[in-house]
């Protein structure tokens, strides 16, 4: 028992020795990817739910994560934001290419950081709503439950996946004066994935155009945590694996 003890109580200064970002976006301009460290980090007593997010076209991950960031730190997630290109996106392979980025960036974090990978939640934003989705729907066992803001579309040849919406949960926020993806289409994306099996919440924003607002993503985090609780709840309950 003595031995344990001391074995265990360096390798966490070790860890948060090198884990000094807590509260802050640090970004990784090799990999593609940005995150942000919640000050929950500080405790070290349990793992993290991690959020990965995969902002608009044409915005950088380290500027996406300043409008998940506050609520990502009062509800204690990890977010690793994904620097995409969306034109690039032509075949299956492209979608592949990206669900490997995520895989092997929270393999590199993960080195660092006390998170929980196995079961993750994935967010995005107007095209990185629709590739959400394409990736959720790709890859059920990977993702936890789904959000996307502005961004209701199903594209990438994704309905051909929607069997794999059942039980999963999603979330979409839409504005009601989206010009860009008009809010119709967001509607026609929640009626596909609940005739998949899919559980989906819908919030729909008045006067809300495709840019929404902060509190959108604030909405969408507190719902994550939500899921969480449910999740860490049966996992926790009796019989549980």
Same mark, same amino acid.
């Given at each position: 028992?003595?031995?344990?003890f001391?074995?265990?109580?360096?390798?966490?200064?070790?860890?948060?020795?090198? !884990?000094?970002?807590?509260?802050?976006?640090?970004?990784d301009?090799?990999?593609?990817?940005?995150?942000?460290?919640?000050?929950?980090?500080?405790?070290?007593?349990?793992?993290?739910?991690?959020?990965?997010?995969l902002?608009?076209?044409?915005?950088k991950?380290?500027?996406?994560?300043?409008l998940w960031?506050?609520?990502?730190?009062?509800?204690?997630f990890? $977010?690793m934001?994904?620097?995409?290109?969306?034109s690039?996106?032509k075949?299956e392979?492209?979608?592949?290419r990206?669900?490997?980025?995520?895989?092997d960036?929270?393999?590199? $974090?993960?080195? $660092?950081?006390?998170?929980?990978t196995?079961k993750?939640?994935?967010?995005?934003?107007?095209?990185?709503?629709?590739?959400?989705?394409a990736?959720?729907?790709?890859?059920?066992d990977?993702?936890?439950?789904v959000? $996307?803001?502005?961004?209701?579309s199903?594209?990438?040849?994704?309905?051909?996946?929607l069997?794999? !919406?059942?039980?999963?949960?999603?979330f979409?926020?839409?504005?009601?004066?989206?010009?860009s993806?008009?809010?119709?289409?967001?509607?026609?994306?929640?009626k596909e994935?609940?005739?998949?099996?899919g559980?989906?919440?819908?919030?729909?924003?008045?006067?809300?155009?495709?840019a929404?607002?902060?509190?959108?993503?604030?909405?969408l985090?507190?719902?994550?945590?939500?899921?969480?609780?449910l999740?860490?709840?049966?996992q926790?309950?009796?019989g549980?694996?």
């Amino acid at each position: 028992m003595f031995f344990v003890f001391f074995l265990v109580v360096p390798a966490l200064f070790l860890a948060e020795a090198r !884990a000094p970002y807590n509260g802050q976006i640090v970004e990784d301009s090799e990999r593609g990817y940005s995150y942000f460290v919640p000050y929950a980090q500080t405790a070290m007593r349990s793992k993290l739910p991690v959020l990965v997010s995969l902002p608009g076209k044409g915005l950088k991950s380290k500027n996406d994560l300043k409008l998940w960031s506050k609520a990502a730190n009062e509800n204690g997630f990890f $977010v690793m934001g994904m620097d995409i290109d969306y034109s690039a996106i032509k075949k299956e392979n492209d979608l592949r290419r990206i669900q490997f980025r995520i895989t092997d960036g929270l393999k590199q $974090v993960s080195s $660092v950081y006390n998170l929980r990978t196995e079961k993750i939640y994935l967010a995005g934003s107007s095209a990185g709503g629709a590739t959400a989705l394409a990736l959720s729907l790709r890859y059920p066992d990977e993702y936890q439950a789904v959000g $996307v803001i502005g961004g209701g579309s199903m594209q990438f040849n994704s309905s051909l996946y929607l069997i794999n !919406a059942e039980k999963k949960q999603f979330f979409i926020i839409h504005g009601d004066h989206d010009s860009s993806i008009p809010i119709g289409i967001a509607y026609e994306t929640q009626k596909e994935l609940e005739q998949g099996g899919g559980n989906v919440k819908f919030l729909k924003i008045p006067n809300g155009e495709h840019a929404l607002p902060v509190f959108s993503y604030e909405a969408l985090v507190q719902w994550f945590a939500f899921q969480e609780n449910l999740f860490q709840g049966a996992q926790s309950a009796p019989g549980a694996a």
